[in-house]
Nanobody, 124 residues
Framework: QVQVEESGGGSVQTGGSLRLSCLVS????????LGWFRQAPGKEREGVSC???????FLGDSLEGRFTISRDNAKNTLYLQMNSMKPEDTAMYYC??????????????????WGRGTQVTVSS
């Protein structure tokens, strides 16, 4: 049984930082692309970042390089380092495991395993 569990969310002030973690079990972690998505109230789920099996990463255009995705295959864990955070980053953040090894675009339809999310709130 595949399990995906996010952690590390919380409340920060504008300009602060958070690091999210995502532990994935039940599948060959190193063989899957992985991604982070977020959804704010009343908005559609938005692709934040994804990372291929070879470590190549893609970042959503709206993030201006403030976020960095990484993976540790030895620990079956995906990370998202978020810096210079803004109130518009407030959302539920979800981790997903793709059905593919590579992610050329950050598309939710490519992901067939999801966590329950972790809330991130940025105050001004």
């Amino acid at each position: 049984q595949v399990q995906v569990e996010e952690s590390g969310g919380g409340s920060v002030q504008t300009g602060g930082s958070l690091r999210l973690s995502c532990l994935v079990s039940g599948l060959p972690f190193s063989a899957h692309a992985l991604g982070w998505f977020r959804q704010a109230p009343g908005k559609e789920r938005e692709g934040v970042s994804c990372i291929n099996v070879d470590g190549k990463a893609f970042l959503g255009d709206s993030l201006e390089g403030r976020f960095t995705i990484s993976r540790d295959n030895a620990k079956n864990t995906l990370y998202l380092q978020m810096n210079s955070m803004k109130p518009e980053d407030t959302a539920m953040y979800y981790c997903g495991a793709s059905q593919y090894a590579y992610c050329g675009a950050i598309l939710a339809a490519d992901y067939n395993y999801w966590g329950r999310g972790t809330q991130v709130t940025v105050s001004s």
